[in-house]
């Protein structure tokens, strides 16, 4: 049986998961791959459970969840002390071969996860903010650049979940950039929220009207500016431009939101007061779009010209006949034009959220770490 350690970072949804899913396919995985999974640290934002040697013993992770579930700190559990430095919980439990999952949503991690990939220790992330974080930082995680170790450096760094969350998005961008396939555009929608709320504009109601009830399903955040404002949107147009091998920065990204800035200061009660202020102005694209025989959709482009690339996010009038122009619903969809896919594009759709899909495609990505060197 091959055991393969692994320290995690954060138990929110995702971490939770994950951790679940690894437990409940123990039998399989061991069946069918000869592997088990040995936890060795488990971390929340202020404390961490460790035990570098054997690995916790699956009683000590079940209570490590049961407390998570309740929104209390590890520092109760029995193991349970604090921590403040990523870096030191990854020098004390980490052994060769170990697997550093993020499924943290902090930028703080980036200190640790560079230390754990300088012990050529292994790291999936489902964290975008490292990824997202300067160009410097990118390079550094993902070695882009080095052509000399590249190869080497793929096999130890994963990040499928950051962009359509369970969607095989980055292995697909990967394996052209790889074949020496050039992509000339992307043309995507990666926020499931704001396809509810296209789809809503498109069936000819109003935009407060559907914010509002995205909000009171629990679609947005419970600041539904976070969503609306575009920004993890631009995030992923970011990792995917990164992902081809373009060098910019989050400034670089045209970012349009869906309410102006003076609604920026309001409180989360008057910003939904004052949605109705924005309903005239969306009839209005919408009705401008369709006279032009196209649709109103949240997207994220890039666009690659002569070298040079021009990356976007915002809503957008496109053709009703493309992918992205017949999707409905909350589904996430990408659609890579290349060299060998033009002028029909290559196309993924489905659910692009969800803990569970997630935590899914970081296990993915877990498993087959287990079997690179
Ligand atoms: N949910 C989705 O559909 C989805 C899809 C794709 C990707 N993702 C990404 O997956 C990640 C996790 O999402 P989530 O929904 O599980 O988030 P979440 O519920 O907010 O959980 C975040 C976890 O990270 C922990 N954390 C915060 N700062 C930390 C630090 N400095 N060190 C260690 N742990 C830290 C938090 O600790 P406490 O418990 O102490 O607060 C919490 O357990 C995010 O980056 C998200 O963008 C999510």
Redesign the pocket.
Known sequence: MMELPVIL???????RSLVRQILDNRLFHAETYGLRVRFVAL????SAIIEPTDGLTDEEIEAALAL?KEGK?LAHHELGGSQDD?SAIVDIAGIPGTVVVD????E??VPALLFALSRDYKVVL????PLTNQQEVYDRLTRAGDTRDAPRDLARLRWE??VG?GLPVIATLTRLVASGDTIQRVAGTFSGTLGFLMTGLEAGRLFSEVVREAHQLGYTEPDPRDDLGGVDVARKALILARGMGHRLEMKDIEVKGLYPPLMETLTVAEFMDALPQLDEHYQDEVARAAAEGKVLRYAATIQVTDGRVACSVGPTAVEKDTPLGRLSGTDNLIALYSRWYSPNPLVIQGRG???DA?AAGVLSDVVEMAYTV
Request: charged letters at 15%; glycine letters at 16%; a positive charge.
């Open positions: 970072f954060g138990l929110g949804g995702v971490g971390c929340d934002s202020r998570k700190s990523l499924c943290s949503a902090t703080q991690t489902a964290n975008k903010k979940t950051t969350a959220a969800g803990v997630t």
